[in-house]
């Protein structure tokens, strides 16, 4: 199983980013997909989740309106839209995959796979 996050780097405050993921190894079409990001010294924080088929998603208030998950099973990817970005947007992000989807935020430890990270830095 893997999961390869890419996308990340230097953005300046107000500007956008598209992470993705490509995964193999697993059935991607039987599994949800979350985001998760984690700033050094803090708890991993959810992001977002998408439901196997891409017709559900979840975002907790705190992440509503500028982050957005999509996904192409066709192509095994994972996609995390982060607009208007600040600099507390700072972090490595995550996705990760687990089987069943539901409409809420979710732990960590709810996850069967994830990836390595990719390191975003939100600056002036």
């Known amino acids: 199983v893997q999961l390869v996050e890419s996308g990340g780097g230097l953005v300046h405050i107000g500007g956008s980013l598209r992470l993705s993921c490509a995964t193999s190894?697993?059935?991607?079409?039987?599994?949800?997909m979350g985001w998760f990001r984690q700033d050094p010294g803090k708890e991993r924080e959810f992001i977002g989740v998408i439901s196997w088929s891409g017709g559900n998603t979840y975002y907790p208030d705190s992440k509503k309106g500028r982050f957005t998950i999509s996904r192409d099973n066709a192509k095994n990817m994972v996609y995390l839209q982060m607009n208007s970005l600040k600099p507390e947007d700072t972090a490595v992000y995550y996705c990760?995959?687990?089987?069943?989807?539901?409409?809420?935020?979710?732990?960590?430890?709810?996850?069967?796979?994830w990836g390595q990270g990719t390191r975003v830095t939100v600056s002036s």
């Open positions: 190894g697993f059935n991607f079409d039987d599994y949800a």
């Open positions: 990760a995959a687990r089987r069943e989807y539901y409409t809420g935020t979710y732990h960590e430890f709810e996850y069967d796979y």
